[in-house]
């Protein structure tokens, strides 16, 4: 009979391990099952009380500042400075319009201010033509007196007749008549030449004239259209040379610089924590690895649906309740380098909104 070995553990022993490990295997199973449901609430608490709180959508697009440039003055389009997607400054000639007829305009009040100035002139040189006259009419009347004196006297001593007295009576009325008459044809000259209180120390026909003139020297210098802002031209193929231009029609645009922002449509129900001045972050469908800090700007003042072409209408008996949802102005605080932010651009927005 072989005898045991002392080294090699025994039966019993091998069971005891046995058992030991199954009871740790348990406590540790136990553990993970009280461990990962704590650590989970724990997680969520931590979230809920100390996460500052986001809300978010995808209903947001890029904004601009878009100026629609349109002519002031009506006429033929003689020239095309700027083409398609062109940087331009504020003051830069964008087209011109044909000028001869407004040049025309301005030789014209320059006619009618040259007609005004000469016809001062003659009521300057009537007024002392008649001022002589006025003179020379006094004599008359003067004389006429005169002689009417001495028919009268002739008359009482009796070597005169009735119908020279009648003469002499005629004579002084009509002596009497031309005075008035130069008078008042003095006094209209004078009013000719008077100024009026709206615009002292100029006649009224050269103040007209004048302005006439100032009116044609603007619609002349309106004739080139400037670049009123900053910023790239877009929709420059509507214009053409040849083409009429009319006043108030647009010709091009201009989306002006610096102007870029973000408009997101969020749900009436994420507003109740949403303020101005809140940060956020934009993410733009364009660029996947570009996000811009912002901020909110502003909320709208009424749902996209109140400022829609035809309001809905909710009087109706199969009223079906839509979450509305307001325009919030997302103000962009970061650059985007080299990527520029065009108008219209899809974009995902997140507002952090505070604690809960």
Known sequence: ????????????????????????????????????????????????????????????????????????????????????????????????????????????????????????????????????????????????????????????????????????????????????SVAAEVEKARAQLANGAQVPGLNPRVASAEATRAKAALDLARTVVRAPVSGRVTQVNRLQIGQMVFTGVPMLSIVREGGARVEANFKETDLARMRAGQPAEVRLDAYPGLKLKGHVDSIGAGTGSEFSVLPAQNATGNWVKVTQRVPVRIAIDSSSGDRPLIAGLSANVTVHVGSK
Do not use: C
Not at 66 to 90: D, M, P, T, W
Not at 149 to 166: I, P, Q, S, W, Y
């Open 1 to 180: 009979m072989a005898e045991a070995d002392p080294f090699k553990p025994s039966a019993a022993d091998s069971a005891d391990g046995e058992r030991r490990k199954a009871t740790r295997a348990k406590r540790m199973r136990l553990v993970a099952m009280l461990l990962v449901p704590a650590l989970v609430v724990g997680g969520a608490l931590v979230w809920w009380f100390g996460n500052p709180g986001d809300v978010s959508t995808d209903n947001a697009y890029v904004k601009q500042d878009i100026v629609s440039i349109a002519g002031e003055v009506n006429g033929l389009v003689v020239a095309v400075n700027v083409r398609e997607n062109q940087q331009v400054k504020a003051g830069d000639v964008l087209f011109r319009i044909d000028p001869t007829s407004y040049e025309v305009a301005i030789r014209q009040a320059d006619a009618q201010i040259a007609s005004a100035q000469a016809n001062i002139t003659a009521l300057s040189a009537d007024v002392g033509a008649n001022a002589a006259n006025i003179a020379g009419a006094r004599d008359d009347l003067a004389l006429a007196e005169a002689q009417y004196a001495r028919e009268k006297a002739l008359l009482d001593r009796g070597f005169n007749t009735r119908a020279r007295m009648d003469e002499a009576q005629h004579a002084v009325a009509a002596a009497r008549d031309r005075l008035a």
